[in-house]
């Protein structure tokens, strides 16, 4: 299965990307740089010796599954690890500058550039998360599910400009991993709402994954959110369902990146997160809570046995 597909496309997109966020665009949080823990796993008397990196997969819970159950198995090992929550950018940008030992990202071609020019290495593929495109009930694009993702924005675009709406679509305008698959997508039917002052109907909000799908559901707004948010923020969800689901566009992989001159404590714990006892934590986590429905699938299986 062609599972990186428009790749061309993609690096001469994200080659283009400007690095400073438009001046009306409402920031929260993911633009700063996180230097401090958000979680610490095993004992916090301990000295920190792994340093993980992460924006969207820390919130559902598999880093800490992982560290703990990685811990568990080395009791021999005296000290603790911990997640520092980023995006993609920022959290490259922090091992290339050593303040962490992986980096767990959603750009692949970024991260391939980075081991490319020797400022990281060990580019390994942990697990994939899956990319939603979903919307308010009231479904005011006429988006059928049956629409391909950039048919979807296409029609976002056409009802937001004919219409001249407010508030239609929101992004998350950080640079994101999603905010990169976002803006791929746009730019695939020629649209750069991202880079247009006056797109009253695009709507610009720069947060994390859980804090963006609460506000689009709140405002009944369409955006892009990953499986593992949608599973944790489902039951609050009052407005919104998912429209668009599955395939390798909206596939969304995540890759682990070490250090150009990693520890060996990094270099051991990837090795367990390519262990078959860690892609197992991976491929069944959530489904107690989640009805037999997991977060992510395993880097051995791009899609879910069973659709969304």
């Known amino acids: 299965m062609k599972i990186f597909k428009l790749n ?28 401090s823990p958000t979680e610490i796993y095993g004992n916090h008397k301990n000295e920190i010796k792994i340093k993980i990196s992460n924006g969207g997969a820390g919130p559902t819970g598999i ?8 811990l568990s198995q080395n009791i021999d090992k005296k000290f603790a690890i911990a997640w520092y929550q980023n995006i993609s950018l920022n959290s490259l940008n922090l091992l290339k500058g050593k303040k962490v030992d992986i980096a767990l990202v959603y750009e692949p071609i970024d991260a391939h550039k980075s081991v490319k020019e020797g400022l990281t290495s060990h580019y390994t593929l942990i697990f994939y998360d ?16 049956s629409d391909s993702p950039s048919a979807a924005f296409a029609k976002i675009a056409k009802y937001g400009e004919q219409q001249n709406s407010k508030k239609l679509f929101l992004s998350r305008n950080d640079f994101s991993g999603t905010n990169i698959k976002e803006r791929l997508i ?14 009253h109907w695009y709507f610009k909000y720069s947060t994390f994954p859980m804090e963006a799908l609460l506000k689009a559901d709140k405002e009944e707004m369409y955006t892009i959110t990953d499986w593992g948010t949608w599973l944790n923020a489902a039951k609050k969800m009052k407005n919104t369902e998912i429209f668009i689901r599955g395939g390798d ?21 990837l090795s367990y997160l390519k262990s ?20 992510f699938t395993s880097a051995h299986q791009p ?4 659709k969304l």
């Open 63 to 70: 880093i800490k599954a992982l560290a703990e159950d990685y």
């Open 130 to 145: 899956h990319f939603l495109i979903v919307g308010p009930k009231k479904n005011k694009a006429n988006i059928n599910r």
């Open 276 to 295: 078959d006892r860690a892609q197992k934590i991976i491929a069944n986590h959530g489904k107690e809570k989640f009805e037999s429905q997991s977060f």
């Open 186 to 199: 746009w730019t695939l039917i020629q649209k750069a709402p991202f880079e247009e002052d006056n797109s």
């Open 249 to 269: 566009d909206l596939l969304n992989p995540c890759v682990a990146l070490l250090q150009n001159n990693p520890s060996k404590e990094a270099l051991d714990f």
């Open 8 to 35: 061309s496309i993609l690096f001469l997109f994200y080659s283009n990307f400007i690095l400073n966020i438009s001046s009306n665009s409402q920031t929260i949080n993911t633009n700063k740089i996180n230097e």
């Open 303 to 306: 899609e879910f046995e069973n």
